[in-house]
């Protein structure tokens, strides 16, 4: 299932993260294991954050892929089913269909 990872950092553990290098190997890896769709990063509500679009095969995937945001960056994570826009019309075009 096509999911959406929104990650918001802690300021004080990403500037850690950053002088030390743990915070760009946490992302490399991240990306590694999910190869996503899309990523990106930015602020929001004054921190940084990340969205990352990914395949989530299973919700047991879920502990070992955001453990290391959780751990070191103190994130806040939100996970949820996202859509594209093929996604949706084959959606709307099956409720079409089934009234």
């Given amino acids: 299932m ?5 990650a918001h950092m802690d300021t004080a553990a990403t500037n850690e993260g950053i002088k030390t290098g743990a915070l760009p190997q946490a992302i490399k890896n991240l990306m590694d294991k999910v ?3 899309a ?3 930015g602020l929001h509500e004054g921190v940084r954050s990340c969205w990352i679009v990914f395949d989530l095969q299973e919700s047991s995937q879920m502990p070992a892929l955001m453990e290391d945001l959780f751990l070191q960056f103190n994130a806040e994570l939100e996970v949820g089913p996202v859509m594209n826009a093929e996604d949706l019309a084959k959606g709307l075009a099956a409720m079409k269909s089934s009234s």
């Fill in 2 to 6: 096509r999911v959406m990872l929104r």
């Fill in 35 to 37: 190869k996503p769709e």
């Fill in 39 to 41: 990523a990106y990063f």
